[in-house]
């Protein structure tokens, strides 16, 4: 088939994407082509991404240490911003080590390809993000996917699946808060599951650093406010991302000691890379100090979220009652001509909530994915439910 008629193709199922340019900062209030919008798509949770005290940050990393950081890490790269970023990273994260990555994409790539090798076996959540996908295929391991947070299914793999011989690792990873569903892993299943069966557990805190845990440390601290199970101390890797609620740039792992040393010797997406340039790196460290000194961002955050489902039956129901408050709230449409059109209804009306659709969720299952912010206002939330409610 030509890239021509694989286009057609896109085209005719409903899937074609375009880029779309915003030509104001990422704020609730969007400015895209000389029209205003009201943004319900973004990750930028805590409304950090436009924040004077991270752009000063940067401002002054790039007046003390310039634009650029002229080589990977391991060449000339390695600045003592980097250093300090990952030193706060690690207190923040409350582990020993902490390692900076250029994405999230990069951090799960290498962490994934570095650890697991032909031979060993991976268990990964089936709604796990792409990134976790493409790490477990750059790894050449065995992949397991199990049915979304079903433990029942995963413990019948894990014992179908030869035991930890000698040499043999095996790793449960999964999204910490799915990125499109919203809904939280069973992290203290997994961990119990990780410890019996003698596997590595990956967390990936993308969508719960900044937002989820009483200080916004993530699921990980939510689960385990005080100490963790002894056998995660050397055994969990927590990672997540500087781009989201934090509203800078890159990704983290955080772990071990043994863990950073084996990365930075291992992992090619962390070695073969120009490292994270200055001015990224301060604003991330600032980020941070942001997130330790105001749980009131949290706080308004969660507020916003309790406005949202106070005035939506609909999304009380579809949601069920088991679900935990999260920023991200799927309205599930099942059809992608269904969702597009949806998603530019409420373009037209001055929203911009984003269609997705196949590969990014299973067919049938596509969506709009509503997300909140701390800075939106309560009214700025009634008028989108009113245009929702118009809709349904
Ligand atoms: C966004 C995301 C990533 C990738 O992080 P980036 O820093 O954007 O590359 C990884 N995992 C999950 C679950 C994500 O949602």
Not at 81 to 109: D, W
Not at 135 to 143: I, N
Not at 231 to 255: D, N, P
């Amino acid at each position: 088939m030509s890239i021509q008629e694989e286009l057609k193709t896109i085209h005719k199922n409903h899937l074609y994407r375009t880029l779309r340019p915003i030509d104001s900062a990422q704020d609730a209030l969007i400015q895209s082509n000389g029209k205003s919008l009201l943004n319900f798509s973004s990750n930028n949770y805590l409304g950090l991404a436009n924040d004077p005290r991270l752009k000063s940050a940067a401002i002054e990393a790039i007046e003390l240490y310039g634009t650029g950081s002229g080589a990977s890490r391991l060449i000339t790269g390695s600045m003592s911003l980097h250093h300090q970023l990952e030193e706060k990273l690690a207190q923040f994260k409350g582990t020993t080590s902490a390692l900076v990555f250029n994405s999230g994409y990069h951090a799960n790539l290498s962490v994934i390809s570095a650890l697991m090798r032909e031979g060993d076996v991976i268990y990964s959540d089936e709604l796990n993000h792409a990134s976790i996908i493409d790490g477990c295929r750059l790894s050449r391991a065995q992949v397991k996917v199990y049915r979304h947070s079903e433990l029942t299914h995963l413990e019948e793999i894990l014992r179908e699946t030869a035991p930890a011989q000698s040499g043999i690792r095996r790793l449960i990873v999964t999204d910490s808060i799915f990125s499109m569903d919203g809904d939280r892993a069973p992290l203290a299943e997994l961990a119990r599951l990780a410890e019996h069966y003698d596997c590595w557990l990956m967390v990936d805190e993308a969508h719960a650093t900044g937002v989820i845990g009483p200080s916004g440390k993530g699921l990980v601290e939510e689960v385990w406010p005080n100490q963790r199970p002894a056998y995660l101390q050397e055994r969990l890797i927590q990672m997540g991302t500087l781009g989201k609620a934090l509203g800078s740039f890159g990704a983290y792992v955080a772990g071990s000691q043994e863990l950073v040393e084996f990365l930075i010797n291992r992992a090619r997406p962390f070695i073969y890379t120009t490292a994270l340039p200055p001015s990224v790196l301060a604003a991330s460290f600032k980020a941070i100090e942001i997130v330790e000194q105001e749980p009131e961002r949290r706080e308004r955050l969660w507020e916003n979220v309790r406005e949202f489902l106070k005035s939506s039956r609909y999304f009380q129901k579809s949601l069920g009652e088991s679900w935990e408050l999260s920023p991200i709230l799927p309205l599930i449409i099942g059809d992608s001509q269904k969702t597009l059109k949806l998603s530019q209804h409420l373009f037209e009306k001055g929203f911009w909530v984003g269609a997705i659709r196949y590969p990014t969720v299973p067919p049938k299952t596509e969506r709009l994915r509503i997300t909140l912010m701390a800075t939106h206002t309560k009214d700025q939330i009634r008028q989108l439910m009113e245009n929702l409610n118009e809709l349904l």
